[in-house]
């Protein structure tokens, strides 16, 4: 049963740059979840996606852009990046139905990004 | 707002002594979601366990146990008899209960360092 996976591992960009993550579900899930993580903190919750549509939106500026593709995949789009967008960018997949078992998130291993 | 508290940055313990972490959060809602998470140095969170509002019954797995208090906000997890290979960074967390989505609160975060 292949769990969450994302690429790529690892990405340096300059400031001023966009960039693209990608993530793909847990097998049967339905909904994404992206979160932020800087060094030394817990992650951060920038948005969820579901049936194709942001369902949830944190704290995050209009740089942060994602999709949801039909096959459940997701993409993270962060535009005019700055040394502050350096972290590691966390996917987690659910069921989005409204259900317990829906509120049990699986991670993938992470994209680290630095801004230089 | 939600928000979850680690006040422990950092513990640092002996191979087979015990270790507890403490978790503190604040949620209006009257139903939700505890999650703790383990985050080892490869970075990936994997998931440990779920408590929802209205179950205050202590858990056992194995060498680690929960302990839920809603009259005073707390979720903390001890880790008993510890192992080299519990070192690693433990997550608790938060979601309400929505239709709208399943985000989760993160707490800062606890580095549990087990000594040989």
């Known amino acids: 049963d292949a769990g969450v996976t994302q690429s790529p591992t690892h990405l340096i960009k300059t400031r001023g740059q966009q960039v693209t993550l990608r993530c793909s579900p847990k097998s049967g899930h339905d909904t994404v979840s992206w979160y932020q993580q800087a060094l030394g903190q817990g992650p951060q919750f920038i948005f969820q996606y579901y049936e194709e549509e942001e369902r949830q939106r944190g704290n995050f500026p209009d740089r942060f852009s994602g999709h949801q593709f039909p096959n459940y995949s997701s993409e993270l789009n962060v535009n005019a990046l700055l040394l502050g967008d350096s972290a590691l960018y966390l996917c987690?997949?659910?069921?989005?139905?409204?259900?317990?078992?829906?509120?049990?998130?699986?991670f993938g291993p992470g994209t680290r990004l630095t801004v230089t | 707002a939600q928000k979850v508290t680690q006040a422990q940055t950092e513990i640092s313990v002996v191979e087979k002594e015990d270790v507890t972490l403490d978790c503190v959060y604040e949620t209006r809602d009257t139903t939700y979601y505890l999650f703790w998470y383990k985050q080892p140095p490869s970075g990936e969170l994997v998931f440990l366990i779920r408590?929802?509002?209205?179950?205050?019954q202590n858990e056992i797995s194995g060498r680690y146990s929960w302990n839920f208090q809603k009259s005073t906000s707390s979720f903390n997890f001890t880790i008993t008899a510890s192992q080299v290979v519990d070192s690693a960074v433990y997550f608790c967390a938060l979601s309400e209960a929505t239709a709208a989505g399943n985000k989760l609160t993160f707490g800062g975060g606890t580095r549990v360092l087990v000594k040989p």
């Open positions: 987690a997949s659910s069921l989005g139905e409204f259900d317990l078992s829906s509120y049990e998130q699986y």
């Open positions: 408590r929802n509002s209205f179950d205050e």
